[in-house]
Antibody, heavy 121, light 109 residues
Framework: QVQLVESGGGVVQPGRSLRLSCAASGFTFNNYGIHWVRQAPGKGLEWVAF????????YYADSVKGRFTISRDNSKNTLFLQMNSLRAEDTALYYC??????????????WGQGMLVTVSS | QSALTQPASVSGSPGQSITISCIGTSSDVGGYNYVSWYQQHPGKAPKLMIYEVSNRPSGVSNRFSGSKSGNTASLTISGLQAEDEADYYC?????????FGGGTKLTVL
């Protein structure tokens, strides 16, 4: 069955960096685009970033553009989110989620369980 | 990338039907047929309930249905059941990104 498992979260000071990973299994990873979506404590969902099936195109929310970088290693079935210059408002549960297609359709059909990132001094 | 507008809360009794609206613009909901709806129970990951306006993924009850008119999408849940109590989020494709609604808390009375 399709599984997405996030890792790499934790507590980090403002201005520092963190890299999240998302390990995929149960499907042909390089056939699908993948998203990062976050949810601040007690708040709604916020789309963060998306990467095409082959990594050739990447899209970002305005709130993270220039600070976050999405990437993937298809040989290892793994997605990454490099987060730099972290701010308190980046504190959230970060989900990776599969798109139904290789490119952006914005239909997220499978989700991981999420990884908590806390930005605090 | 402004959020889509959803009511903060809706409620209904078991067996009744409810509808959740999702108001966007011609740049998102009105411009594409890539509207989707997600159900989220407390402490759980979101689950896809409706995609491309009105399609149900395999395994989702046919009590859930979606529609769109102009810049407004809607999710209807018929025959309300206790397990339907959750948060619901609409979402749309928009110009090489994605936008979510603020979420609606459904209470089954």
């Amino acid at each position: 069955q399709v599984q997405l498992v996030e890792s790499g979260g934790g507590v980090v000071q403002p201005g520092r960096s963190l890299r999240l990973s998302c390990a995929a299994s149960g499907f042909t990873f390089n056939n699908y685009g993948i998203h990062w979506v976050r949810q601040a404590p007690g708040k709604g969902l916020e789309w963060v970033a998306f990467i095409w099936y082959d990594g050739s195109n990447k899209y970002y929310a305005d709130s993270v553009k220039g600070r976050f970088t999405i990437s993937r290693d298809n040989s290892k079935n793994t997605l990454f989110l490099q987060m730099n210059s972290l701010r308190a408002e980046d504190t959230a549960l970060y989900y990776c989620a599969r798109d139904r297609a290789p490119v952006l359709t914005a239909t997220l059909d499978y989700w991981g369980q999420g990884m908590l990132v806390t930005v605090s001094s | 990338q402004s959020a889509l507008t959803q009511p903060a809360s809706v409620s209904g009794s078991p067996g009744q039907s409810i509808t959740i609206s999702c108001i966007g613009t011609s740049s998102d909901v009105g411009g594409y047929n890539y509207v989707s709806w997600y159900q989220q129970h407390p402490g759980k990951a979101p689950k896809l309930m409706i995609y491309e306006v009105s399609n149900r993924p395999s395994g989702v009850s046919n009590r859930f249905s979606g529609s769109k008119s102009g810049n407004t999408a809607s999710l209807t849940i018929s025959g309300l059941q206790a397990e339907d109590e959750a948060d619901y989020y609409c979402s749309s494709y928009t110009a090489s990104s994605k936008v979510f609604g603020g979420g609606t808390k459904l209470t089954v009375l």
